[in-house]
């Protein structure tokens, strides 16, 4: 069903791709230049080698945010050391989780992504003279997801869970978003000892103030689960925003559910890359559901709506799909990719994930058990491995995935079999208190 389909005769929005790696090299050569200037022949091979070789002609960048964007990015050094195990934040050192790990190797590379591109910028500018209204969505909560050394590249870790803490600038905190842990921000590196440093990424309260820097008379509300704590704020904030005194509204899905909103032209999809790069084989459906019930916010009425997706990856085949508004071309090339690296809806899949307090003991637990499967669903098994998440309230986790055939009588001895293994590693003395947990279709 196409949004038109979907919506009745509204005109649909017109979707425009902006490239950010433009944005980024320009960007990379204005610091390199400032470099020079100050002097500093500090090299920086992780940072920019493949910004230089794809260097586009430079864009028109004069926004209010060029200087500020210049100079938030720091040039990091080489991936950072794990500091020792002392029980205080950040105790696992710097790239846990994937998304880290990228950002620690390519050094500045988030710090160079724009919050606005030059394109998304000048649209802003144009519907506020129209005296309409902008909606960005971003889906990172906080001020800025990440403090991150300037100097190593190091990361504050949450001490119960395997993820990066983010910085909450309201309460001046780091939080964690799996276990609900608030630590004081960090001063000193614990991997090298040095005492800069920089935000690297932009959540929505980071982008409501930089918005409110560039639009001084713009009226900036924003809609996240920690502005809008319970019903009656987030009925005030749909209430203002639909009496026009709010102009450019920034959130979280909480902006994509339930709203309609006759005045908004315009709705900015600020980094894209972060929906589209989920490690899950659902990604692509998640991602164009997603944008499209965010496109679907602009332009319902008068059909003048547009919708700009910032992008690195302008490659990847789901934004094809959106331009076209086409969801049922988008299935057809979902539904061969699923059948063809045997997912859902073409199998049923049994996850089954191993928690315990000790790493040691729920690897080898979840290896014997997977060992004991192979011989009856060794084609169908994925795994053991650790999830992108390994840790979380300080329990270690593992998972298995069978992909099955969509017989009933497999699937009903796969069950068996599971729960038969589960017994005989929970009889075992050493594995006694692993927690196994069997999710049938889970995925
Ligand atoms: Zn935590
Ligand atoms: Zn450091």
Redesign the pocket.
Known sequence: MTLAQRFGQVELPEILVVDTKQLRSERYAIRKKEQRDAGQNRPDHYAGASWLTDLQPALPFDGPGAKDAASQGGVQGPS?TPADDSGKPGERGGAADADSTTDAVTGARDNGKPILTPALHAAITQSLDEKKQVILFQNRRGYSPYQV??????IPQCRNCDVSLNFHKLTNKLHCHYCGTVYPPVQT??????HRFVQRNFGTERIEEYLEEVFPNARVARMDVDSVRGKSAHDTLIQQFEQQRIDILVGTQMVVKGLDFQHVNLVGILDADSILSFADFRVNERAFQLMEQVSGRAGRLDGKGRVLIQVANTAHPVLGYLRAHDYALFFQHEIAMRQAFHYPPFTRVIQVTFRHRDKETVHSAANFFANNLKKDFGAYLVGPAEPVVARVRNQYLMELILKLPKDGHTINFAKHVIQQQTAIVQNDRKWKSVVIIPDVDAL
Do not use: E, Y
């Open positions: 950072p050394c300037d100097v190593c590249g190091w590196c614990m991997a090298c000892g040095n």
